[in-house]
C-alpha cells in the first residue's frame, strides 16, 4: 500500500491568528551565488492549491505556483552577499537573509513562521518550524518564490560564466561544476570560505608562491 504523504496546511496560521508571514531561504549548499530568502503573507481567502516544499515540485509546477503566489500574496525577498556569506558563516548569512525578506514586507505582521531550528532577529514573535516548507502552507510559497528568485538569479550569472553550467546546477557542486572547477579554478561570485573553493585556492597559492 502506498504511503500518504502528507502536505503543508494552513493549521499552523489559523492557530496563531492575526497576519502571518512565512519565510524560508534557498542556497545554502551551493558553492556559488548569494542566499536568498523570501517572506510570504498569503490571502487566507485565496490561498494558491498544491503548495508545497519546494524541492517537491517539478520546475514547470514551481514557476506556476511562483507566478500565482506573487499574484495573490503579499512578499518581499531578503539577500545576504557572497562577502557576507564568507564573513559570518552561511547559517548566519541565512538568518540574516530571512530578517531582510520579513523587513521588507509591505506590512507589519503579527507572528513569523520561520523554516528551521533556529531563528532570525525580527522585530515580531516567531516559531522555527522543523521541515516547515513541509507543514505550513505559507512556509512553502516562500520556499517556492525563493527558490525561482535564486534560479532566475544564477541563471544570469551563467551567462557571465557559462563554464560553470549554473543554468543547470545553481551553483551546487555538481560533477559538471566540480569538474570546471578543478579545470579553470573559482570566479569572483564563487564562496571562498566554502571547502571545496578554500582548497582550490590554496592550492594555487601554493603553486604560486
Not at 65 to 73: E, S, Y
Not at 116 to 122: R, T
Not at 163 to 189: I, Q
Request: aromatic share 4%; net charge neutral; proline share 5%.
Amino acid at each position: 500500500m502506498k504511503k500518504e504523504t502528507s502536505k503543508p496546511n494552513y493549521n499552523l496560521e489559523r492557530d496563531i491568528g492575526g497576519v502571518i508571514c512565512g519565510v524560508d531561504e534557498v542556497g545554502r549548499g551551493p558553492l556559488a551565488g548569494p542566499v536568498i530568502a523570501a517572506a510570504v503573507i498569503l490571502d487566507p481567502a485565496n490561498i494558491p492549491l498544491h503548495l508545497n516544499d519546494s524541492k517537491k515540485l517539478s520546475a514547470k509546477k514551481r514557476q506556476a505556483l511562483n507566478d500565482i503566489i506573487i499574484a495573490t500574496a503579499e512578499y518581499a525577498y531578503g539577500e545576504a552577499s557572497l562577502e557576507e556569506i564568507d564573513e559570518l558563516n552561511i547559517l548566519h548569512a541565512s538568518l540574516l537573509a530571512m530578517s531582510r525578506a520579513v523587513a521588507n514586507l509591505p506590512r507589519k505582521v503579527d507572528h513569523v513562521l520561520v523554516d528551521g531550528n533556529k531563528l532570525p532577529a525580527l522585530d515580531a514573535p516567531a516559531t522555527a518550524v522543523i521541515k516547515g516548507d513541509q507543514k505550513s502552507v505559507s512556509i512553502a510559497a516562500a520556499s517556492i518564490i525563493a527558490k525561482i528568485k535564486r534560479d532566475f538569479l544564477m541563471k544570469n550569472l551563467a551567462k557571465m560564466h557559462p563554464e560553470y553550467g549554473w543554468e543547470r546546477n545553481s551553483g551546487y557542486g555538481t560533477r559538471e561544476h566540480m569538474e570546471a572547477l578543478s579545470l579553470v579554478g573559482p570566479s569572483r561570485f564563487h564562496r571562498k570560505s566554502f571547502a571545496p573553493i578554500r582548497d582550490l585556492m590554496t592550492q594555487e597559492n601554493n603553486i604560486n608562491d
